[in-house]
């Protein structure tokens, strides 16, 4: 059974701080690694990974995947109140597939 | 463009009812449609996967017959839960994949969700 485990669960920091979330999988027919922002409503997309040791950038955030320890990271600098969110991580597998984890809590306090 | 609706998003209903959600691609076509459950304070689960025209490939533990999906058009899907029961209250999200070149990753674009409560 594929699986992904996020961590950690719930995170609280104050704005400026910079935070790292982590993410391992277990899964059969790996095909890329994606991040997800999770507000009110349904996710929204953030990265998707399918290299080992590329580091992809958008803004504040950052992400590497790395396929040797089967484990990616999600960096957020310089924090605000608006990265509050469920940062989701998920593992695409054959036929498409999404096996999501459980999310990390990310507050951000002023 | 690649937007997603679903209807409705949100809906109370009776303890043995059943209700219909519907998802659209409104700008694309879609060649296979997803649909999620997410409970409170969990991560989404996928339920079954469908490709227009053929049968919906149900996850371990999905009821086919209580969670009936229909993929009639490349553009719309729909999910009926059948005899609805407050367990069934959740959040259910279905997302849209379409046709992509060999070797290429089939991105997903999400609905906005509809929140179904079972009283």
């Known amino acids: 059974e594929d699986k992904v485990v996020q961590s950690p669960l719930s995170l609280v920091v104050h704005e400026g701080d910079t935070v790292t979330l982590n993410c391992s999988y277990e899964?059969?027919?790996?095909?890329?690694l994606l991040w997800y922002k999770q507000e009110k409503k349904a996710p929204t997309f953030l990265f998707m990974l399918?290299?080992?040791?590329i580091e992809k950038k958008s803004g504040r955030l950052s992400s590497i995947l790395d396929k040797k320890e089967l484990s990616s990271i999600l960096n957020i600098t310089a924090t605000q109140t608006g990265d509050s969110a469920i940062y989701l991580c998920?593992?695409?597998?054959?036929?498409?597939?999404?096996?999501f984890g459980e999310g990390t809590q990310l507050t951000v306090n002023p | 463009g690649a937007v997603v609706s679903q209807h409705p998003s949100w809906v109370i209903c009776k303890s043995g009812t059943s209700v219909k959600i519907e998802c659209r691609s409104l700008?694309?076509?879609?060649?296979?449609m997803f649909w999620y459950r997410q409970f409170p304070k969990q991560s989404l689960m996928l339920m079954a996967t469908?490709?227009?025209?053929?049968?919906?490939?149900?996850e371990q533990g999905v009821e086919k017959d209580k969670f009936l999906i229909n993929h009639a058009s490349l553009t719309l899907s729909t999910l009926t839960v059948t005899s609805a029961h407050p367990e069934d209250s959740s959040f259910y999200i279905c997302?849209?994949?379409?046709?992509?070149?060999?070797?290429?990753?089939?991105?997903?674009?999400f609905g906005p969700g509809t929140r179904l409560t079972v009283l």
């Open positions: 899964v059969t027919n790996f095909r890329s």
């Open positions: 469908s490709n227009e025209g053929s049968k919906a490939t149900y």
């Open positions: 700008d694309f076509q879609a060649t296979t």
């Open positions: 998920a593992v695409e597998t054959s036929g498409s597939r999404l096996t």
């Open positions: 997302s849209a994949s379409r046709e992509r070149a060999l070797g290429t990753y089939n991105e997903q674009f």
């Open positions: 399918t290299s080992s040791g």
